[in-house]
């Protein structure tokens, strides 16, 4: 079982308390999660991705990095191996051209199904599948669904990405999802303007306001929204989710299972759902 980490925020923010200096944060969780890490960030909408097969918490590298990060946007992600050894191609998060993307969970099924998955990603995007995980696969599902819509390079809003998302969790499950154990899909991607994510059976946890901001008298986009609930389609001044609600000033809500939320470039929020029930099964 592994951990995710995401952030958007109206303003570049350090995020070391989230990756290192709390006492629940990213890196400590990697003692128990220690088959690799990996960060993403985005400066002027291009995304760096450093990502390692060590365990975070003794990696000088991702001390050195949570210490430096600002960014508008981060993915963070520690590796707990289901599939696939540990090996830099096998750490989250994947990358292609804008979009990141990681997972926590596992496809059951996926040594008997990965080629009916693979068959889902369009030919011109299978060749850049490198590592064995079942996440990297779905990740190129996903991609391959945005394509439909339109050409990766041009762009696309908050409910285009939900929407392949949610098509992406249906194409998948419908091909692997038999027997007694379905899989378990929870997902998280962004471009940097936007960030989505699904809780498909690993917890996942949402955060758009603090009880008081330490930085209320200094920030310069202090606002209401920073320290009240946001409803569904309003803007806020930050938008965080975790594996595991981390201690300090935000206040946490856990998504449940089949739920969908996403920030778009505006800082608009925006939920959905996908209907488990209504799911369909491979025979």
Same mark, same amino acid.
């Given at each position: 079982?592994?951990?995710?980490?995401?952030?958007?925020?109206? #303003?570049?923010?350090?995020?070391?308390? &989230?990756?290192?200096?709390? $006492?629940? !944060?990213?890196?400590?969780?990697?003692?128990?999660?220690?088959?690799?890490?990996?960060? !993403?960030?985005?400066?002027?909408?291009?995304?760096?991705?450093?990502?390692?097969?060590?365990? %975070?918490?003794?990696?000088?590298?991702?001390?050195?990095?949570?210490?430096?990060?600002? &960014?508008?946007?981060?993915?963070?992600?520690?590796?707990?191996?289901? *599939?696939?050894?540990?090996?830099?191609?096998?750490?989250?998060?994947?990358?292609?051209?804008?979009?990141?993307?990681?997972?926590?969970?596992?496809?059951?099924?996926?040594?008997?199904?990965?080629?009916?998955?693979?068959?889902?990603? !369009?030919?011109?995007?299978? *060749?850049?599948?490198?590592?064995?995980?079942?996440?990297?696969?779905?990740?190129?599902?996903?991609?391959?669904?945005?394509?439909?819509?339109?050409?990766?390079?041009?762009?696309?809003?908050? $409910?285009?990405?939900?929407?392949?998302?949610?098509?992406?969790? *249906?194409?998948?499950?419908? #091909?692997?999802?038999?027997?007694?154990?379905?899989?378990?899909?929870?997902?998280?991607?962004?471009?940097?303007?936007?960030? #989505? %994510?699904?809780?498909?059976? *690993?917890?996942?946890?949402?955060?758009?306001?603090?009880?008081?901001?330490?930085?209320?008298?200094?920030?310069?986009?202090?606002?209401? %929204?920073?320290?009240?609930?946001?409803?569904?389609?309003?803007?806020?001044?930050?938008?965080?989710?975790?594996?595991?609600?981390?201690?300090?000033? &935000?206040?946490?809500?856990?998504?449940?299972? =089949?739920?969908?939320?996403?920030?778009?470039?505006?800082?608009?929020?925006?939920?959905?759902?996908?209907?488990?029930?209504?799911?369909?099964?491979? =025979?």
């Amino acid at each position: 079982m592994c951990r995710l980490f995401g952030f958007r925020s109206v #303003i570049p923010s350090q995020v070391h308390r &989230s990756l290192l200096a709390a $006492e629940n !944060a990213l890196g400590v969780q990697s003692s128990e999660h220690p088959d690799g890490w990996g960060v !993403a960030f985005f400066i002027d909408g291009a995304p760096h991705v450093t990502r390692s097969p060590l365990t %975070a918490v003794g990696d000088a590298l991702f001390h050195r990095l949570s210490g430096v990060v600002s &960014s508008q946007t981060v993915l963070a992600h520690v590796r707990k191996a289901t *599939r696939g050894p540990k090996t830099v191609f096998n750490c989250h998060p994947f990358q292609h051209g804008r979009w990141v993307f990681a997972h926590n969970g596992d496809i059951g099924t996926f040594g008997e199904c990965r080629e009916k998955l693979v068959a889902e990603v !369009a030919p011109r995007l299978r *060749r850049f599948i490198l590592g064995e995980t079942d996440s990297e696969v779905v990740f190129f599902v996903f991609l391959t669904q945005l394509t439909l819509i339109r050409p990766l390079a041009e762009g696309h809003d908050v $409910e285009e990405a939900l929407a392949a998302l949610r098509t992406t969790v *249906r194409s998948v499950r419908a #091909i692997a999802d038999y027997g007694e154990k379905p899989s378990s899909l929870t997902l998280m991607a962004t471009d940097g303007d936007l960030l #989505i %994510a699904t809780q498909g059976g *690993r917890e996942l946890n949402l955060s758009t306001y603090k009880t008081r901001c330490s930085d209320r008298d200094t920030c310069p986009s202090l606002s209401p %929204a920073c320290e009240a609930p946001a409803p569904d389609g309003t803007s806020v001044n930050h938008f965080v989710l975790s594996s595991e609600p981390l201690q300090g000033e &935000s206040v946490w809500t856990p998504l449940g299972p =089949g739920d969908m939320v996403g920030v778009d470039a505006t800082m608009r929020i925006h939920k959905s759902h996908i209907d488990r029930r209504a799911l369909p099964l491979a =025979g």
